[in-house]
């Protein structure tokens, strides 16, 4: 498989060698707006979305919604930006809601998720009337029954069910098993006590029910599995859902070694298997409701650093250094996640020196890519790290007082900015700061 099958859609080699993007000199960008630097290729999550929407018109007959899990990424700008192109949105704190409000987002596509969703994150729901609130807990239902009895307004609730199933991902981000702090579980009874609950409530409407197994997941297995049981558990208590969402998910390739991740076998199988449950109940097609993050962000996502210092250790390991890492991306220390880079000034040149990348920040595990081949570098070359658009920005810290890096948006012949880099300020801490509105 070819490196450039994991890079973004409008990635190419220029007349220089150089790595450009969308048209765009990627050693020209990073010499104007400097490194770490993350650029997002504005084709390829159009052409994510596009396959998305033509996947559930082929697969789907009944009505179906693409709901953006913007834990995977957002900002302001980006967000007025998919709200455009027609997706929905799963939002899971008080920031995102209000992220999704702003940015022109209509409440019939947000759904709210969290396992322990604060007092003030319902209130906007329930004010803002979203989609549905996703109750997770039999703590929460009751939580939000008094709310919305107090507030004098019905409210619409999904119930997350916990299918007791595990998969296989990282453990980190598994959330379908038994031992989950995630949902209402299947196996103890709970998700049938709130199911009844919230069919007796004259303050709650249950429009719909949720699963999500966990995250980079590429076996469809689950996903079958999973419509099966919310069905079954459906039917048994006489309940015919409006909505059936079976979550996120889908895996992406961050080295061309990963498995496939055409999303078809995803779609194809989740819409068969409510098909066919929809058929053997006797139910109205429910619309189907799908909540990729990784998916649909991911590949678009470039991530640029400068290449500083090298060593050689003792123990013959030649380790490069670049100017970002763990801060910009905690994905490695957390997850072990591999990744490739790219040489921007030298792309296409051969692959000569095996090499560990480090990050500059004050941990031994600030590692980005314990062995990669790569061309010769020298200080001040640039690497490009494909697959960088979803969980790095979102999950990016402040550690060692290191700024949030400055994303561009990236069309043939535009850029825009979607985050500007943080600036220390006088008051000791980091002043956040978007592209203009
Ligand atoms: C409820 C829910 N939906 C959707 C997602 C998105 O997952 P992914 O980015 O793997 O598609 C997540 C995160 O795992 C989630 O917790
Ligand atoms: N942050 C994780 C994904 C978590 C999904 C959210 N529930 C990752 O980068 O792989």
Redesign the pocket.
Known sequence: MDDLSIFPNSTSINQNGHLAIAGHDLVDLANQYGTPLYLYDAATVRAQIDRLHRLFKRYYPGEALLAY?S??YLSFQFAKKLAKYGVGL?V?SLGEIHIAQTAGFQPSVVHL?GNNKSEAELQAALDWAIQAI?VDNLEELELLEQMASHSQKRVRIWL?ITPDLSVDTHPH?Q?AHLDSK?GLHLENGEADEALQRSLSSPWLELSGI?A?L????FDTEPYRLAIERLCEFAAKNNYIPAEI?P?????VRYTPEDPDDDPEQWVRTVSGAMQEAAIRHDWPYPRLVL????????RAGIAIYRVGNQKTTPAQTHLVAIDGGLADNPRVALYQARYIAKVVERAAEPATQTVRIVGKFCESGDVLIPQVNLPPLQRGDHLAIPASG??QLSMASNYNYAARPTVLWLEQGQIEILQQREQPDQSSWLVYSEGKH
Do not use: C, M, N
């Open positions: 899990a834990k995977a799963d899971v998720h996703v997350r981000i959330t995630f949720h999500h966990g995250s980079q997941i969402s979550g996120g998910g889908w895996g909540e990729p993050g990784r998916w649909l962000i991911a979803a969980y």
